[in-house]
């Protein structure tokens, strides 16, 4: 596109819309801008345009990587439209007359081997099985010694699309916004407090030479709640922990929870949801994968608790646990360590994988202990369950 | 600001990688374009990216090449306005007071009794400023609030005083680890570019011009290792301005290439791995592994 091509107001517009459609938030604002570009600069290629509009409309790390490829298929759909990737080794492409004359040359192939066949008159068995025998032939893509199963982070069931980890990230923002903030024991400054901050009035005072007293006031410091979560990735998990892991990653990404996963005792995996590479989501599968042997739900809030001073429980602390409720461990202890952990404020809900609300046993002891019992069977159950959950 | 004309705009963004390259700073195009683009739009900069891609070295950069003064404001949890934008200087309030018992309120708040931090001071800075926002992402939601109207009108209001204006409008850069996500209000205000880790041949570019002294067979070496290592699954990858001081402390140990022998470096990588996790992980195999891995 040189640069005696008009790039007409309606064009620019309407590559607005298309970018609003496509998530882009693009205002006026933004399309004056792409405007004041065009004049501002005599642009000779569509690569410096695409350079030059890329700030202006892009605003996150995801518009900035999805940019590429909006700008092209708008103005440039001819380079777009119809392609496909393709790995591996391709077929040379052939014409028509190629076709034609490969498929004679089979036909006389097959005719002769016929021919061959029938007058040797052989009934040997095998010629029969000549064909099954190239069918046997192991394929192109199971030779090399790779394996034939895909990849983990491959599999479509693990997949998640980017659209569905943003509406979980928003929604667990919107969690966020919502969450109480509470009082602590400790002060901090602010115009706004009620009490007086004797100490640095007087200091203020001093620093004027004692000539005036300003007041300074203060108020009890409030601290948000801090979010853990506990993940039941056992084998009866196995089809529903993914969902409870990006969900536990999206909350650790907004606000910071901590993530705790757990089979027969808790693992931390925090430090794995900071990251978004192939490797992380290949490990997050791996360890929802697998798993058998029983669950030990109890004993691993009993370890959380006991064994990581680095987690502290208290009034400020929520902890949400995402399991089936089938514990291996005694059906009372799972209620035991609910109760000790009540004791000491901490509020407890509890998202299952199911329509119905757990019947183990085990949660039914428990259930008096638990503030919520919420379903979390997809995402638009747990949506609704998140939305739904009393502060 | 009067935009630049036509005929100059055509090779201004090569002529601002000239500068910057001048100023120690090797910008790729698209940077050059944003920060064209900043100039020409009179709009702040959101630069996002790892820690230790040269977010803040743009700063820098800049401030030697508009040569204005560079105003730093380093954010945090619990920044607030008096530390970010303005204060009253009372004890001079007072003072004032004392010598002139007539004085009224009207005569004690104006300018002369105005402490300026950082915001106000680029506003006010008569040549102009380039003002660095540096993590935003770590002050808190109210903070960034306030920053709107800084930012979209070049302006502050001070109650007592009214709205100060920019006469020259600043060059605003913010920078952002991603730690929090930023507001669509604050984003939409500013020019978004992520710096993403620099191309072999610009980081080799980059630590010539950082460490003349250095070997080149040793700058390679390096570059060839660190780009290696981004490739790896590590907690905390390594930036610039880690290989930057890897490759001061093997200049210093007077290696004119990189050993062999895993345990020479072995004292030189705390400059390169920040977490125990990384420094665990990365031992003599993975670093021969790296090796034949990246044709060393």
């Given at each position: 596109m040189g640069a005696d091509l008009a790039w007409p107001s309606e064009r620019v517009l309407a590559f607005g819309l298309f970018l609003r459609e496509s998530g882009f938030q693009i205002g006026p604002q933004e399309q004056r801008d792409f405007l004041r570009v065009l004049h501002?600069?005599?642009?000779?290629?569509?690569?410096?345009?695409?350079?030059?509009?890329?700030?202006?409309?892009?605003?996150?790390?995801?518009?900035?990587?999805?940019?590429?490829?909006?700008?092209?298929?708008?103005?440039?759909?001819?380079?777009?439209?119809?392609t496909t990737k393709v790995s591996g080794q391709t077929k040379p492409s052939r014409n028509l007359q190629q076709r034609v004359?490969?498929?004679?040359?089979?036909?006389?192939?097959?005719?002769?081997?016929?021919?061959?066949?029938?007058?040797?008159?052989?009934?040997?068995?095998?010629?029969?099985?000549?064909?099954?025998?190239?069918?046997?032939?192991?394929?192109?893509?199971?030779?090399?010694?790779?394996?034939?199963?895909?990849?983990?982070?491959?599999r479509e069931s693990q997949m998640w699309m980017p659209s569905d980890l943003n509406s979980l990230e928003q929604l667990a923002r919107g969690i966020h916004r919502r969450l109480p903030q509470t009082r602590t024991r400790r002060w901090q400054s602010s115009i706004h407090g009620l009490k007086l901050d004797g100490r640095r009035t007087l200091r203020k005072s001093a620093s004027l030479l004692g000539d005036s007293l300003i007041p300074c006031w203060k108020r009890r410091r409030r601290e948000p709640i801090e979010l853990i979560l506990l993940n039941d990735v056992s084998r009866?998990?196995?089809?529903?922990?993914?969902?409870?892991?990006?969900?536990?990653?999206?909350?650790?990404?907004?606000?910071?929870?901590?993530v705790f996963v757990f089979h027969l005792r808790p693992i931390e995996v925090t430090d794995l949801m900071r990251r978004?590479?192939?490797a992380v989501q290949e490990r997050i599968n791996a360890v929802t994968a697998g798993f058998q042997s029983g669950t030990r739900i109890a004993d691993s809030i009993r370890a959380l608790h006991s064994h990581r001073p680095s987690v502290s429980f208290n009034r400020r602390t929520r902890l949400w646990i995402f399991s089936d409720g089938f514990d291996t461990a005694p059906s009372d202890q799972l209620a035991c360590e609910l109760q000790y952990l009540n004791d000491k404020?901490?509020?407890?809900?509890?998202?299952?994988?199911?329509?119905?609300?757990?019947?183990?046993?085990?949660?039914?002891?428990?259930?008096?202990?638990?503030?919520?019992?919420?379903?979390?069977?997809?995402?638009?159950?747990?949506?609704?369950?998140?939305?739904?959950?009393?502060? | 600001?009067?935009?630049?004309?036509?005929?100059?705009?055509?090779?201004?963004?090569?002529?601002?990688?000239?500068?910057?390259?001048?100023?120690?700073?090797?910008?790729?195009?698209?940077?050059?374009?944003?920060?064209?683009?900043?100039?020409?739009?009179?709009?702040?900069?959101?630069?996002?990216?790892?820690?230790?891609?040269?977010?803040?070295?743009?700063?820098?950069?800049?401030?030697?090449?508009l040569n204005r003064p560079l105003i730093r404001l380093q954010c945090f949890e619990g920044l607030d306005l008096a530390d970010a934008a303005y204060e009253w200087n009372v004890?001079?309030?007072?003072?004032?007071?004392?010598?002139?018992?007539?004085?009224?309120?009207?005569?004690?708040?104006?300018?002369?009794?105005?402490?300026?931090?950082?915001?106000?001071?680029?506003?006010?800075?008569?040549?102009?400023?380039?003002?660095?926002?540096?993590?935003?992402?770590?002050?808190?939601?109210?903070?960034?609030?306030?920053?709107?109207?800084?930012?979209?009108?070049?302006?502050?209001s001070i109650p007592e005083l009214g709205t100060l204006h920019a006469n020259v409008v600043p060059r605003v850069i913010l920078t952002s680890n991603g730690t929090r996500s930023l507001s669509d209000a604050l984003r939409r205000r500013c020019l978004f570019h992520?710096?993403?880790?620099?191309?072999?041949?610009?980081?080799?570019?980059?630590?010539?011009?950082?460490?003349?002294?250095?070997?080149?067979?040793?700058?390679?070496?390096?570059?060839?290792?660190?780009?290696?290592?981004?490739?790896?699954?590590?907690?905390?990858?390594?930036?610039?301005?880690?290989?930057?001081?890897?490759?001061?402390?093997l200049h210093h140990c007077g290696h004119k290439e990189l050993p062999d022998d895993f345990t020479q470096i072995h004292q030189t990588l705390s400059c390169l791995l920040k977490t125990r996790e990384d420094r665990f992980a990365f031992g003599p195999d993975s670093y021969r592994q790296l090796q034949e891995r990246y044709g060393r």
């Open positions: 501002a600069k005599p642009l000779t290629t569509l690569g410096e345009v695409q350079l030059l509009w890329r700030p202006i409309a892009c605003h996150s790390k995801r518009d900035h990587m999805a940019w590429q490829d909006l700008f092209l298929r708008f103005w440039e759909p001819h380079r777009t439209r119809g004359e490969q498929a004679k040359a089979h036909d006389s192939q097959t005719s002769q081997q016929a021919n061959k066949h029938s007058a040797s008159g052989q009934t040997d068995a095998r010629c029969g099985t000549g064909e099954d025998d190239t069918e046997k032939k192991p394929s192109e893509r199971s030779m090399g010694g790779a394996s034939t199963v895909d990849a983990l982070h491959d009866s998990m196995e089809a529903h922990a993914a969902l409870a892991l990006r969900t536990s990653r999206a909350f650790h990404r907004v606000m910071g929870a901590r978004d590479t192939p404020g901490v509020k407890v809900d509890w998202f299952y994988p199911t329509r119905q609300a757990p019947t183990s046993q085990a949660a039914k002891a428990a259930s008096a202990m638990v503030s919520e019992w919420l379903p979390a069977h997809d995402f638009v159950s747990l949506r609704s369950s998140l939305l739904n959950l009393a502060f | 600001m009067n935009a630049p004309s036509p005929q100059m705009a055509g090779s201004t963004i090569g002529l601002l990688r000239e500068d910057l390259a001048r100023a120690g700073y090797f910008a790729d195009e698209s940077l050059a374009s944003v920060v064209w683009l900043a100039e020409h739009l009179e709009r702040p900069i959101l630069l996002e990216g790892e820690a230790g891609v040269g977010k803040t070295a743009l700063a820098a950069a800049l401030s030697k090449t004890a001079r309030q007072l003072m004032a007071i004392r010598l002139k018992p007539e004085a009224t309120e009207a005569n004690l708040y104006t300018r002369d009794y105005l402490l300026a931090k950082p915001l106000l001071a680029a506003i006010t800075q008569p040549e102009g400023a380039v003002l660095l926002i540096d993590e935003v992402d770590r002050a808190d939601e109210a903070f960034e609030a306030y920053l709107l109207e800084v930012l979209s009108e070049f302006q502050m992520v710096v993403e880790y620099p191309d072999p041949f610009r980081e080799r570019c980059i630590l010539q011009a950082s460490l003349p002294d250095a070997d080149i067979r040793l700058v390679e070496s390096v570059v060839t290792v660190v780009q290696g290592l981004r490739n790896e699954d590590l907690q905390k990858r390594p930036g610039l301005a880690e290989s930057l001081d890897w490759l001061r402390a």
